[in-house]
Protein backbone atom coordinates (compact mmCIF):
# COMPACT_ATOMS: atom_id res chain seq x y z
CA UNK A 1 0.00 0.00 0.00
CA UNK A 2 2.76 2.27 0.76
CA UNK A 3 4.71 1.85 -2.19
CA UNK A 4 1.60 2.09 -4.33
CA UNK A 5 0.44 5.54 -2.50
CA UNK A 6 3.95 7.03 -2.78
CA UNK A 7 3.97 6.32 -6.55
CA UNK A 8 1.06 7.48 -7.78
CA UNK A 9 1.35 11.07 -5.74
CA UNK A 10 4.66 11.85 -4.83
CA UNK A 11 5.16 14.33 -2.12
CA UNK A 12 1.36 14.23 -1.05
CA UNK A 13 1.48 11.14 -0.41
CA UNK A 14 4.45 11.04 1.63
CA UNK A 15 2.51 14.32 3.60
CA UNK A 16 -0.56 11.64 3.82
CA UNK A 17 1.77 8.72 5.51
CA UNK A 18 3.33 11.03 8.35
CA UNK A 19 -0.22 12.27 9.18
CA UNK A 20 -1.27 8.37 9.46
CA UNK A 21 1.92 8.03 11.80
CA UNK A 22 1.27 10.88 14.20
CA UNK A 23 -2.13 9.66 14.60
CA UNK A 24 -0.74 6.19 15.24
CA UNK A 25 2.05 7.79 17.66
CA UNK A 26 -0.97 9.54 19.46
CA UNK A 27 -3.14 6.67 19.92
CA UNK A 28 -0.76 4.34 20.83
CA UNK A 29 1.74 6.22 22.61
CA UNK A 30 1.44 4.49 26.08
CA UNK A 31 2.20 0.78 24.39
CA UNK A 32 4.96 2.53 22.21
CA UNK A 33 6.28 4.47 24.72
CA UNK A 34 7.07 0.90 26.60
CA UNK A 35 8.42 -0.67 23.39
CA UNK A 36 10.77 2.05 22.41
CA UNK A 37 12.04 2.28 26.29
CA UNK A 38 13.13 -1.29 25.66
CA UNK A 39 14.64 -0.60 22.37
CA UNK A 40 16.75 2.00 23.67
CA UNK A 41 17.52 -0.99 26.44
CA UNK A 42 18.46 -3.60 23.71
CA UNK A 43 20.41 -1.25 21.87
CA UNK A 44 22.64 -0.03 25.00
CA UNK A 45 23.02 -3.48 25.31
CA UNK A 46 24.02 -4.33 21.87
CA UNK A 47 28.02 -4.96 20.60
CA UNK A 48 29.66 -1.70 19.48
CA UNK A 49 29.73 -3.85 15.78
CA UNK A 50 25.96 -4.34 15.35
CA UNK A 51 24.97 -1.11 17.01
CA UNK A 52 26.73 0.32 14.44
CA UNK A 53 25.38 -1.45 12.02
CA UNK A 54 21.77 -1.04 13.27
CA UNK A 55 22.12 2.73 13.13
CA UNK A 56 23.64 2.75 9.31
CA UNK A 57 20.52 0.92 8.47
CA UNK A 58 17.98 2.93 10.59
CA UNK A 59 19.77 6.39 9.36
CA UNK A 60 19.98 5.41 5.85
CA UNK A 61 16.20 4.56 5.89
CA UNK A 62 15.43 8.17 7.13
CA UNK A 63 17.22 9.28 4.38
CA UNK A 64 15.25 7.38 1.96
CA UNK A 65 12.36 8.22 3.05
CA UNK A 66 13.04 12.30 2.16
CA UNK A 67 14.65 10.91 -0.61
CA UNK A 68 11.10 9.87 -2.00
CA UNK A 69 9.38 13.33 -0.77
CA UNK A 70 12.55 15.17 -2.96
CA UNK A 71 12.26 12.54 -5.87
CA UNK A 72 15.98 12.75 -5.51
CA UNK A 73 18.60 9.99 -4.40
CA UNK A 74 21.55 11.90 -5.05
CA UNK A 75 21.75 13.28 -1.74
CA UNK A 76 22.96 9.63 -0.19
CA UNK A 77 26.18 10.92 -1.94
CA UNK A 78 26.85 13.74 1.02
CA UNK A 79 26.41 11.33 3.66
CA UNK A 80 28.76 8.28 2.67
CA UNK A 81 30.93 9.81 4.76
CA UNK A 82 29.27 10.74 7.53
CA UNK A 83 28.27 7.28 8.03
CA UNK A 84 32.19 6.76 8.66
CA UNK A 85 31.98 9.39 11.29
CA UNK A 86 29.16 8.01 12.84
CA UNK A 87 30.52 4.17 12.96
CA UNK A 88 33.72 5.81 14.40
CA UNK A 89 31.68 7.57 16.98
CA UNK A 90 29.40 4.54 18.09
CA UNK A 91 32.75 2.33 18.41
CA UNK A 92 34.48 4.83 20.77
CA UNK A 93 31.43 5.48 22.84
CA UNK A 94 31.32 1.96 23.19
CA UNK A 95 34.67 0.92 24.14
CA UNK A 96 35.27 -0.55 27.49
CA UNK A 97 35.69 2.39 29.80
CA UNK A 98 39.57 2.27 30.63
CA UNK A 99 40.21 2.45 26.71
CA UNK A 100 37.19 5.01 26.23
CA UNK A 101 38.89 7.80 28.90
CA UNK A 102 42.30 7.08 27.25
CA UNK A 103 45.96 6.02 28.73
CA UNK A 104 47.93 8.81 28.61
CA UNK A 105 49.04 10.07 31.79
CA UNK A 106 50.78 13.84 31.74
CA UNK A 107 53.76 13.62 33.50
CA UNK A 108 53.76 14.18 37.27
CA UNK A 109 56.41 17.33 38.02
CA UNK A 110 57.29 17.33 41.76
CA UNK A 111 56.26 20.63 43.57
CA UNK A 112 59.68 22.50 44.58
CA UNK A 113 58.02 25.85 45.91
CA UNK A 114 54.51 26.87 46.47
CA UNK A 115 55.16 28.88 43.02
CA UNK A 116 54.51 26.49 41.01
CA UNK A 117 51.02 25.57 42.69
CA UNK A 118 49.94 28.02 40.18
CA UNK A 119 48.90 26.51 36.34
CA UNK A 120 49.94 29.29 33.20
CA UNK A 121 48.56 29.17 30.38
CA UNK A 122 51.31 27.20 28.53
CA UNK A 123 50.48 24.39 31.64
CA UNK A 124 46.99 24.33 30.48
CA UNK A 125 47.38 24.04 26.66
CA UNK A 126 50.61 21.28 26.96
CA UNK A 127 47.58 19.49 29.47
CA UNK A 128 44.82 19.71 26.44
CA UNK A 129 47.85 18.72 24.09
CA UNK A 130 48.30 15.97 25.98
CA UNK A 131 45.27 14.78 27.13
CA UNK A 132 43.75 15.26 23.77
CA UNK A 133 46.16 15.23 20.79
CA UNK A 134 47.79 12.42 22.21
CA UNK A 135 45.04 10.25 22.84
CA UNK A 136 45.28 7.80 19.95
CA UNK A 137 41.74 7.46 20.24
CA UNK A 138 41.06 11.05 20.48
CA UNK A 139 43.85 11.69 17.32
CA UNK A 140 41.69 8.86 15.01
CA UNK A 141 38.24 10.81 15.58
CA UNK A 142 39.70 14.15 15.12
CA UNK A 143 41.02 12.51 11.45
CA UNK A 144 38.08 11.03 10.63
CA UNK A 145 35.59 13.94 11.39
CA UNK A 146 38.27 16.67 8.95
CA UNK A 147 37.60 14.07 6.44
CA UNK A 148 34.43 13.78 7.09
CA UNK A 149 32.69 17.02 7.07
CA UNK A 150 35.03 17.81 4.43
CA UNK A 151 34.12 15.56 1.62
CA UNK A 152 29.69 15.77 2.54
CA UNK A 153 30.48 19.60 2.23
CA UNK A 154 32.12 19.57 -0.95
CA UNK A 155 29.50 17.20 -2.42
CA UNK A 156 26.37 18.75 -0.81
CA UNK A 157 27.52 22.04 -2.56
CA UNK A 158 28.61 20.31 -5.66
CA UNK A 159 25.57 18.49 -5.98
CA UNK A 160 23.32 22.26 -4.81
CA UNK A 161 20.57 23.41 -6.97
CA UNK A 162 21.87 20.27 -9.66
CA UNK A 163 19.68 17.57 -11.35
CA UNK A 164 19.58 14.19 -10.22
CA UNK A 165 22.88 11.98 -10.63
CA UNK A 166 23.38 10.34 -14.25
CA UNK A 167 23.70 7.05 -12.67
CA UNK A 168 20.51 7.51 -10.53
CA UNK A 169 18.63 8.23 -13.25
CA UNK A 170 19.23 5.15 -14.98
CA UNK A 171 18.42 2.81 -12.14
CA UNK A 172 15.76 5.02 -11.70
CA UNK A 173 14.63 4.23 -15.77
CA UNK A 174 15.70 0.21 -15.46
CA UNK A 175 13.38 -0.07 -12.16
CA UNK A 176 10.46 1.85 -13.43
CA UNK A 177 7.86 1.28 -10.78
CA UNK A 178 9.66 -0.80 -8.29
CA UNK A 179 12.42 2.45 -7.79
CA UNK A 180 11.06 3.67 -4.89
CA UNK A 181 12.13 -0.17 -3.25
CA UNK A 182 14.94 -0.54 -5.48
CA UNK A 183 16.79 2.46 -4.26
CA UNK A 184 16.18 0.98 -0.33
CA UNK A 185 17.96 -1.84 -0.96
CA UNK A 186 20.48 -1.36 -3.75
CA UNK A 187 21.38 2.68 -3.06
CA UNK A 188 20.62 2.64 0.73
CA UNK A 189 21.35 0.09 2.47
CA UNK A 190 23.71 -1.58 -0.10
CA UNK A 191 26.01 1.72 0.83
CA UNK A 192 25.38 1.57 4.74
CA UNK A 193 26.52 -2.05 4.41
CA UNK A 194 28.97 -1.08 2.55
CA UNK A 195 30.04 1.50 5.21
CA UNK A 196 29.89 -0.93 7.96
CA UNK A 197 32.59 -3.23 6.53
CA UNK A 198 34.82 -0.35 5.18
CA UNK A 199 34.85 0.89 8.91
CA UNK A 200 35.90 -2.48 10.96
CA UNK A 201 39.41 -0.67 11.31
CA UNK A 202 38.02 2.09 13.26
CA UNK A 203 36.29 -0.62 15.26
CA UNK A 204 40.09 -2.55 16.00
CA UNK A 205 41.50 0.62 16.37
CA UNK A 206 39.25 2.31 19.04
CA UNK A 207 38.25 -1.12 20.99
CA UNK A 208 41.77 -1.86 21.51
CA UNK A 209 44.44 -0.73 24.16
CA UNK A 210 46.69 1.80 22.82
CA UNK A 211 50.33 2.98 23.58
CA UNK A 212 50.35 5.61 26.61
CA UNK A 213 52.73 8.03 24.22
CA UNK A 214 53.01 8.68 20.40
CA UNK A 215 54.82 6.00 18.84
CA UNK A 216 56.77 5.85 15.37
CA UNK A 217 53.23 4.27 13.39
CA UNK A 218 51.26 7.02 15.04
CA UNK A 219 53.67 9.54 13.09
CA UNK A 220 54.06 7.51 10.15
CA UNK A 221 49.68 7.25 10.14
CA UNK A 222 49.05 10.85 10.78
CA UNK A 223 52.05 11.54 7.90
CA UNK A 224 49.54 9.09 5.41
CA UNK A 225 46.61 10.76 6.51
CA UNK A 226 47.47 14.31 5.69
CA UNK A 227 49.11 12.76 2.44
CA UNK A 228 45.76 11.68 1.29
CA UNK A 229 44.08 14.29 2.66
CA UNK A 230 45.94 16.95 0.98
CA UNK A 231 45.43 15.11 -2.55
CA UNK A 232 41.90 14.62 -1.99
CA UNK A 233 41.22 17.94 -1.44
CA UNK A 234 43.65 19.36 -4.08
CA UNK A 235 42.03 17.01 -6.28
CA UNK A 236 38.36 17.99 -5.49
CA UNK A 237 39.57 21.90 -5.96
CA UNK A 238 40.84 21.46 -9.03
CA UNK A 239 37.69 19.31 -10.71
CA UNK A 240 35.46 21.94 -9.28
CA UNK A 241 37.38 24.42 -11.05
CA UNK A 242 37.71 22.56 -14.31
CA UNK A 243 33.99 21.82 -14.41
Known amino acids: FFHSVIMSNG????NFCL???????????????IEFSSAIKQYQAMGARKASLVSLIASSSLLWFYSLIIKDVSIVDSFWSLGFLFSAFIYKIKAPA??????FQSPKVPRQ???LDAETSADK???????????????MMLFVALWAVRL????????????EDYRYVAIRKQAGKLFP?????????????????????????????FPSRVTALDKLGALLWFV??????VGDYQLAKFK
Open 11 to 14: KRAA
Open 19 to 33: LVAVFVLVKKRKALG
Open 98 to 103: GIRAGD
Open 113 to 115: SLE
Open 125 to 139: LKKWFNTILCNRSNR
Open 152 to 163: SGYLTWRNHNQP
Open 181 to 209: LTSLFMIFWFQAFLCWIISQPFFRALQSK
Open 228 to 233: GFYFES
